[in-house]
């Protein structure tokens, strides 16, 4: 047993079967007769047994005629036989389909099915052949159809399969088969398709099922997990079970009895039919097995279950679940879902759960209602749109499909934009917008003019008439309607002769620079600061952006995770007044399934809406350790976003209350040290909330006031510091200052005492050594800080520190290097002088080498106009992987200006 249980779980990671054709790979032959604990219900080989009357034609068979399928395509049994023996079915066709129709299998609705046929075909070039089961009511009407993958031809005997597939109409009694060549775009005038070998086979049908909807589950709830079995014709069966994390890292392991109900021996669904018997003696039972899975917590879990000694790529069953923390999404959140279709499998109770799950405060949703809605579908839509009031969500209701009656008023051969909508007369469009908004009854005050991918308006030359109207149109059927546009982010924002506009928001894809668009080298590349754009200046209507996250097949769910989080970080950084997840219900690159279901990017999702709901960006950081920190302001607290290259500890003045999670939203250890409070940073994002507030506000407010200083050795050069007290209390303290290796400071540390709200303005000296680099140095101010108590607050003391840029050089310069081996063996090394100022600049330039003699050029650079002068050093090879030293001096001037770089090949 435990040899079959490894043996079962190993399989049980190739893809599961679907309802639908999965190739000719994993073929079990059923022809031959069961195989296994497959139950053979039908097969044939299209031997002499089969054609009795000796016409040339399977008895019992049938084949379809009429329009498409004309008689002349002839159908006949043919010699040619697939591997094992046997004849074929032979299909001639001259234009047109070509179908044979099986006698009547008997059918169970408690049992899946499984069909295997083999294919081959000559000169079919646009036809594709495939197989079918029809379902079939007592009356011999079909009320359900399976079909495999419609493949091309193949000159050589292959296995077409289809299925499992699971027949559940409920007055299913029979089915029978479909053997198809059909036409594609175009038909072939002549070809042949032959079919051979086919075995139909009946196994077990496998549930699972958890018991709360969706499967989530509110920590510390923990989850029984239902596996149903029916069609089972043993007297007992074991269910092998296992349970994942996110990365697949298997987490227990379980084999449980099924407990079997067998029915009454008339109640089994199975039914005689023309084509054969049932199997003698297949009385069919059902049987539930339960498993409580042990959970180590908070996050995403993936459940598998296989029925023993059944092929596990045949029968496995899986579902995903998610253990959440029991955090409330706060008030204002930023994040929403844009929906298209896929959410319309769940029930709109089922969504409205999910949503107030997710951390989302919005939430796009088509609505552009067809004629003549009926009562009952309009309640529905009104019971929903409550549901997401009641739980603070906000509807965006977006007018993306037009209804039959709008799509009348055009001729395009196409659905037409929102613009071409829009721009119409009032008669195309008011009546159909009216009656949408009077049906939400005023619970959706935000109207989307098109889908999100319908930039129509962009360059349009009346967008302001059209927008102008519909604004009018709402404001007459209801108070504090507010329509929005979708944009070409590329493009500037639209403006406007009125003001406000009559346009409350506009909605934008949104792709940060260097987020996503390039796939990360494995789990271990750190993510990039948000390369948004800066603040985006306060407009008269809001900026909704929307991002999207990378598909799962191409890229690993680390960099998933850490795209995913640095996009909605940096449209929060933005100011992006709502943030919208594209294509949130997709099995590729959405957070849920099509049932709802959870999948690995949910928590991520999650545990970022909510850390950022209602957050102000206030700076990025760079911790002691080198890790990076975005901090941003709460109503009552402070929350920072860190992640680093590798993992690594940081210990800061983070605040008393300091809570942190990772991305999953699982918490994380933090220890009190003497310094603060020490966590652990990785490189997937996590999430620390309570810091202090007054001090982070503290360290934003140090800085320096001369933040560029002159490139000019052993001088002394006045500077300012600045911070300000943002307790709520007197504060008195000390403030030490350190510079890299070599510069001098005086002083380098001072006392102060400070009121709420005072600003200090501290003066010191700093001198540069002479090997001092041009370029970006840094300083750090360390801060011992203790607020006198007050009648709310009592005496605390505080240590932290702030980090402070500053620029060598006061001259607008930049210099990039580059080298290489010529063929002769010399060392060449290219210099590139930018000059970003306003004024043109002459340089001396020294270049120095271990044990080489210096080289010297002279170079004058214009504003904005690159200039390249190039080296070489002889016998270069013994200077690869050596540093060299470059001095330029302004000509005229007091700068010098020393570079370093490592000569490469």
């Known amino acids: 047993m435990i040899a079959f249980l490894l043996t079962c779980l190993i399989v049980m990671d190739a893809p599961a079967a679907s309802t639908g054709d999965k190739g000719v790979a994993g073929s079990v032959d059923l022809a031959r007769g069961p195989v296994g604990s497959i139950e053979t219900v039908f097969t044939t080989d299209f031997g002499e047994s089969a054609d009795c009357d000796f016409d040339g034609w399977p008895d019992q068979w049938t084949r379809r005629s009429g329009p498409g399928f004309p008689a002349f395509n002839r159908i006949a049994l043919s010699e040619q036989a697939p591997p094992g023996g046997g004849r074929s079915l032979r299909m001639e066709l001259e234009g047109g389909g070509a179908i044979a129709y099986s006698p009547p299998l008997p059918l169970s609705t408690l049992c899946d099915y499984l069909v295997e046929v083999h294919v081959k075909t000559e000169g079919i070039v646009h036809d594709r052949v495939f197989v079918s089961l029809s379902v079939l009511d007592p009356q011999g009407k079909a009320v359900q159809t399976f079909c495999s993958a419609k493949v091309p031809g193949s000159p050589q005997w292959s296995v077409l399969r289809l299925g499992p597939v699971s027949p559940d109409a409920p007055k299913a009694v029979s089915g029978i088969l479909g053997l198809h060549c059909e036409p594609a775009a175009k038909a072939d005038l002549k070809g042949a398709a032959m079919f051979g070998r086919i075995g139909v086979g009946r196994l077990p049908r496998i549930g699972l099922g958890t018991d709360v909807p969706s499967a989530y589950y509110v920590d510390p709830q923990r989850p029984t997990i239902r596996c149903r079995v029916s069609g089972l014709s043993k007297p007992s069966a074991q269910v092998l079970w296992e349970l994942s994390d996110a990365y697949g890292r298997v987490v227990s392991q379980a084999s449980l009895p099924l407990t079997i109900v067998r029915p009454k021996p008339d109640s089994a669904k199975t039914t005689e039919a023309s084509g054969g018997p049932p199997r003698p003696g297949s009385e069919l039972a059902s049987g539930d097995a339960l498993w409580s899975p042990p959970l180590a917590g908070p996050g995403f879990y993936r459940v598998r279950a296989v029925l023993e000694s059944y092929p596990a790529e045949l029968l496995r069953r899986e579902l995903t679940m998610a253990v959440l923390l029991p955090d409330r999404t706060p008030p204002r959140s930023r994040f929403g879902w844009s929906l298209r279709d896929g959410e319309r499998r769940m029930s709109r109770e089922t969504l409205v759960e999910l949503l107030s799950r997710a951390g989302v405060g919005w939430v796009k949703y088509p609505l552009w209602l067809e004629p003549d809605p009926n009562e009952s579908g309009i309640e529905s839509l009104s019971g929903f749109l409550r549901d997401l009031g009641a739980k603070g969500i906000s509807p965006v209701g977006v007018l993306g499909c037009s209804p039959t009656d709008v799509l009348a008023r055009f001729d395009l051969g196409r659905t037409p934009w929102a613009a071409e909508v829009f721009a119409a007369s009032r008669d195309v469009w008011l009546p159909s917008l009216e009656r949408t908004v009077v049906a939400t009854a005023g619970q959706v005050r935000w109207w989307q003019l098109g889908a999100d991918n319908d930039v129509s308006f962009v360059g349009y030359p009346g967008l302001e008439t059209a927008a102008t109207q519909v604004k009018r149109e709402l404001d007459r059927i209801g108070r504090g309607l507010h329509p929005g546009i979708c944009w070409n982010p590329e493009r500037p924002l639209p403006s406007s002769s009125e003001s406000p506009p009559p346009w409350r928001f506009v909605s934008m894809a949104f792709e940060p620079r260097g987020q996503g668009a390039r796939p990360r080298a494995g789990p271990t590349v750190a993510p990039r600061d948000p390369e948004s754009p800066k603040p985006m200046q306060r407009l008269a209507f809001d900026r909704w952006l929307t991002v999207q996250s990378l598909p799962r097949g191409k890229h690993p769910l680390d960099d998933r995770i850490r795209d995913l989080v640095?996009?909605?970080?940096?449209?929060?950084?933005?100011?992006?007044?709502?943030?919208?997840?594209?294509?949130?219900?997709?099995?590729?690159?959405?957070?849920?399934?099509?049932?709802?279901?959870?999948?690995?990017?949910?928590?991520?999702?999650?545990?970022?809406?909510?850390?950022?709901?209602?957050?102000?960006?206030?700076?990025?950081?760079?911790?002691?350790?080198?890790?990076?920190?975005?901090?941003?302001?709460?109503?009552?607290?402070?929350?920072?976003?860190?992640?680093?290259?590798?993992?690594?500890?940081?210990?800061?003045?983070?605040?008393?209350?300091?809570?942190?999670?990772?991305?999953?939203?699982?918490?994380?250890?933090?220890?009190?040290?003497?310094?603060?409070?020490?966590?652990?940073?990785?490189?997937?994002?996590?999430?620390?909330?309570?810091?202090?507030?007054?001090?982070?506000?503290?360290?934003?407010?140090?800085?320096?006031?001369?933040?560029?200083?002159?490139?000019?050795?052993?001088?002394?050069?006045?500077?300012?510091?600045?911070?300000?007290?943002?307790?709520?209390?007197?504060?008195?303290?000390?403030?030490?200052?350190?510079?890299?290796?070599?510069?001098?400071?005086?002083?380098?540390?001072?006392?102060?005492?400070?009121?709420?709200?005072?600003?200090?303005?501290?003066?010191?000296?700093?001198?540069?050594?002479?090997?001092?680099?041009?370029?970006?140095?840094?300083?750090?101010?360390?801060?011992?800080?203790?607020?006198?108590?007050?009648?709310?607050?009592?005496?605390?003391?505080?240590?932290?520190?702030?980090?402070?840029?500053?620029?060598?050089?006061?001259?607008?310069?930049?210099?990039?290097?580059?080298?290489?081996?010529?063929?002769?063996?010399?060392?060449?090394?290219?210099?590139?002088?930018?000059?970003?100022?306003?004024?043109?600049?002459?340089?001396?330039?020294?270049?120095?080498?271990?044990?080489?003699?210096?080289?010297?050029?002279?170079?004058?650079?214009?504003?904005?106009?690159?200039?390249?002068?190039?080296?070489?050093?002889?016998?270069?090879?013994?200077?690869?992987?050596?540093?060299?030293w470059l001095q330029a001096q302004e000509l005229g001037g007091s700068e010098v200006f020393n570079y370093q770089f490592v000569a490469q090949p």
């Open 566 to 884: 640095e996009k909605m970080l940096a449209a929060t950084w933005a100011g992006a007044e709502a943030v919208f997840l594209a294509d949130p219900v997709d099995e590729e690159q959405g957070l849920v399934g099509d049932d709802g279901s959870p999948r690995e990017l949910f928590l991520p999702w999650r545990t970022t809406a909510i850390a950022l709901a209602g957050a102000r960006p206030l700076e990025i950081l760079r911790l002691p350790g080198g890790s990076t920190g975005h901090v941003l302001l709460r109503d009552d607290d402070a929350v920072m976003v860190a992640w680093s290259a590798k993992p690594t500890e940081e210990t800061l003045d983070f605040g008393e209350n300091v809570r942190q999670v990772d991305a999953w939203g699982v918490p994380q250890p933090v220890v009190v040290a003497q310094a603060g409070q020490r966590i652990r940073v990785t490189p997937l994002p996590s999430f620390i909330t309570g810091l202090n507030k007054p001090i982070a506000m503290w360290r934003r407010s140090v800085r320096l006031e001369r933040e560029r200083i002159a490139s000019v050795f052993s001088q002394r050069q006045p500077n300012r510091l600045e911070f300000k007290n943002t307790l709520e209390q007197p504060v008195a303290g000390s403030v030490a200052l350190t510079a890299p290796k070599g510069w001098g400071l005086r002083p380098d540390r001072f006392e102060f005492r400070l009121k709420p709200g005072e600003t200090l303005r501290q003066e010191f000296d700093l001198t540069l050594p002479n090997n001092v680099l041009a370029g970006a140095h840094e300083l750090q101010a360390s801060f011992e800080i203790a607020s006198d108590p007050g009648p709310k607050n009592p005496r605390r003391n505080h240590r932290f520190h702030a980090y402070l840029p500053i620029q060598v050089g006061v001259l607008m310069l930049r210099m990039e290097f580059a080298t290489r081996l010529n063929p002769r063996g010399d060392l060449e090394i290219e210099q590139r002088t930018i000059n970003e100022g306003t004024r043109s600049i002459g340089l001396r330039c020294e270049l120095f080498a271990p044990e080489r003699q210096r080289l010297t050029t002279q170079v004058t650079v214009a504003p904005r106009s690159p200039s390249v002068s190039v080296y070489c050093f002889p016998d270069g090879r013994g200077l690869v992987g050596k540093t060299l």
